[in-house]
């Protein structure tokens, strides 16, 4: 579940996925996903700024509230290791083409994800954490990111990471056995400062239903 409000716009998202895994050694599995989202985008047209007022489609909206509603279809593959992984995923399949409401937004592009991480256990009580992700989406910039993240003691983690001409972003959580918290505070990079307009606060949680945050054989590190 997803909230949140950009201007003039206000989104809530609902995603439901579901995944398959095929054992391909004793230690490698090949794991497929599949999803549906569906997206609520409220428009308060008393908050458009003179660019969007000026738009042909929004500026029909000055002053009321509108509503338009998506639905979409996600797809994914990785290749996962108790140390690594790689992946590739289509963000909406479908380009935001069922749509209900009113359409003041032509669809979203298909986005295009790869993404790896690998992780280490340096000692009982400390490992490390890195990520890499890639995203390409017609009509907007292509994203490169990098995260490090450092565990201690299996309970705390700290961790930045930056977004190539973009943001930085600094890290902190604290994991029990069924809940993981985490901050995230990312500020923009000087000179590109325009690509994020102000400071974003982050906060994370996420519950295990099955599976405690403890480390064994086949997961020594407990969380990506």
Not at 34 to 50: E, F, K, M
Not at 116 to 143: C, H, M, W
Not at 147 to 161: E, F
């Amino acid at each position: 579940l997803l909230h949140d409000t950009y201007g003039a716009f206000r989104e809530t998202e609902l995603m439901l996925n579901y995944a398959s895994r095929i054992r391909l050694t004793e230690k490698h599995n090949l794991r497929l996903g599949a999803g549906v989202s569906y997206q609520s985008i409220r428009l308060d047209g008393n908050a458009l700024t003179t660019e969007e007022q000026n738009d042909q489609t929004l500026g029909q909206y000055i002053g009321q509230f509108s509503n338009m509603n998506i639905v979409d279809f996600n797809l994914g593959i990785a290749l996962t290791h108790a140390k690594y992984y790689v992946s590739y995923g289509m963000h909406r399949v479908n380009g935001g083409k069922i749509t209900s409401g009113d359409e003041f937004m032509d669809g979203y592009p298909a986005a295009k994800m790869i993404q790896a991480g690998f992780r280490e256990a340096i000692s009982p009580n400390l490992a490390v954490i890195t990520n890499a992700f890639y995203r390409s989406q017609k009509g907007l910039p292509d994203l490169t990111e990098f995260n490090l993240k450092v565990l201690l003691m299996n309970k705390i983690w700290v961790g930045g990471g930056h977004r190539l001409d973009f943001a930085t972003n600094m890290q902190l959580g604290v994991v029990t056995k069924r809940l993981r918290i985490g901050y995230v505070y990312e500020f923009p990079m000087g000179g590109y400062s325009y690509n994020l307009p102000g400071q974003i606060h982050e906060f994370t949680a996420v519950f295990s239903l099955f599976r405690d945050n403890e480390p064994d054989d086949s997961r020594p590190v407990v969380m990506w």
